[in-house]
Nanobody, 120 residues
Framework: LQLVESGGGLVQPGGSLRLSCASSGFSLAKSHMGWFRRVPGKAREVVSCITSNGGDITYGDSVKGRFTTSRDNVDNIVYLQMNNLRPEDTANYYC??????????????WGQGTLVTVSS
């Protein structure tokens, strides 16, 4: 299983980015999927979790109302739309397969991550 995140970069505060997560050779449609972020020296933070059929989506408190997770099970891609970005959103973002979206979210496999930097 290989997950590849893309779409990170440098953005100004208030700006937007859309991250993508794709997999080759593995159907994401059968998996719950999630995003988490990591900053050196800080604990991993759950960003979002979406069930396999997309019917249930949960978000971390710090991103609610600003971030949106979606999935395209035909194209085998999971997205994270990030709006109204803040400097504190700066982190490496990872997509992952998820065992359960129930708290605590259990991440199983993840990719190499993509860096998001929010700065003026």
């Amino acid at each position: 299983l290989q997950l590849v995140e893309s779409g990170g970069g440098l953005v100004q505060p208030g700006g937007s980015l859309r991250l993508s997560c794709a997999s080759s050779g593995f159907s994401l449609a059968k998996s719950h999927m999630g995003w988490f972020r990591r900053v050196p020296g800080k604990a991993r933070e759950v960003v979002s979790c979406i069930t396999s059929n997309g019917g249930d989506i949960t978000y971390g408190d710090s991103v609610k109302g600003r971030f949106t997770t979606s999935r395209d099970n035909v194209d085998n891609i999971v997205y994270l739309q990030m709006n109204n970005l803040r400097p504190e959103d700066t982190a490496n973002y990872y997509c992952a397969t998820v065992i359960t979206c129930e708290v605590p979210v259990e991440f199983q496999y993840w990719g190499q991550g993509t860096l998001v930097t929010v700065s003026s």
